[in-house]
């Protein structure tokens, strides 16, 4: 009997204090995680990160460290941990060549995230799109077209593009372009068009509307028409004054120019 228990009591004399560090490791590292987590929680709270970004990051950080202290109790039981840093960065590797595409939309993500190009909200330009910004995830951003089509656009391609935020100064201008006839008076249009602006109760005063001969076509004189207008009621805007306008140089007997079409009779 003791031929067979003398192994045994010489393995325990020589792995038990072995096992003992390695638990006390594990006791000591995952309260060590912990804190650390909730440390870097209350530090990405302060900088008012985004929530989704907070618990992505959160979690990363938190297998990343679990990684790290299963290799160092395994270490403190006397197994060779060479191998397994090798397999472990050999599996990284492949997944980071496998998702090279997802990881570019999610380095997309972050950045969006932090630098905030853009909010939920907003409206954008953006890789041929328009429209207001639905969701913002940490891999795809999502905005609704004036037609109402929800557009899902990858932030890695997103956020290396050129992005037009037409909501962050809080005002925009609406561009038009009208024409008159080259017998019509010019002072007297502009104060039938600047009057159309002036009178329309969401044309914001500040900053002032204008008018001004823009170009002197083949056909007509073309002005300028410049209101300014909240982001809510630009559309609104948009079409009133072009509407408006038609109706005051008709009023005002001001021709706008269009295509003639002339019947030329032959003299018998």
Not at 157 to 170: F, P, Q, R
Not at 205 to 213: A, G, M, W
């Amino acid at each position: 009997m003791e031929k067979y228990l003398t192994p045994v009591k010489d393995m325990l004399l020589e792995y038990s204090p072995k096992v003992l560090y390695a638990f006390a490791i594990l006791i000591v590292g995952w309260y060590a995680i912990k804190f650390i987590l909730r440390l870097t929680n209350k530090l990405l709270n302060s900088r008012h990160v985004d929530k989704t970004l907070q618990t992505f990051l959160g979690n990363l950080l938190g297998w990343g460290l679990k990684a790290l202290l299963l290799i160092a109790v395994i270490s403190k039981l006397g197994v060779d941990t060479t191998a397994l840093a090798a397999v472990m960065a050999a599996a990284g590797l492949g997944l980071g060549l496998a998702l090279q595409g997802s990881l570019a939309n999610f380095a997309g993500g972050v950045l969006i995230i932090l630098f905030k190009p853009f909010r939920v909200d907003d409206i954008i330009n953006a890789q041929g799109e328009i429209g207001v910004v639905k969701d913002i995830q940490l891999f795809t951003t999502q905005i609704i077209t004036p037609n109402n089509k929800r557009v899902i656009i990858p932030n890695g391609t997103l956020a290396n593009g050129n992005i037009v935020n037409l909501s962050a100064e809080g005002t925009l201008r609406v561009d038009l372009t009208i024409g008159v006839g080259y017998n019509e008076n010019i002072k007297q249009t502009k104060e039938v068009l600047m009057k159309v602006l002036t009178s329309h109760p969401k044309v914001l005063k500040d900053p002032l509307p204008t008018v001004n001969v823009s170009e002197l076509a083949d056909s007509s004189v073309n002005f300028a028409v410049r209101p300014w207008s909240t982001v809510e009621d630009y559309w609104t805007v948009y079409y009133d004054v072009i509407e408006n306008c038609k109706e005051a140089l008709d009023a005002a007997g001001i021709e706008i120019p269009y295509p003639h079409v002339v019947e030329i009779q032959k003299k018998e």
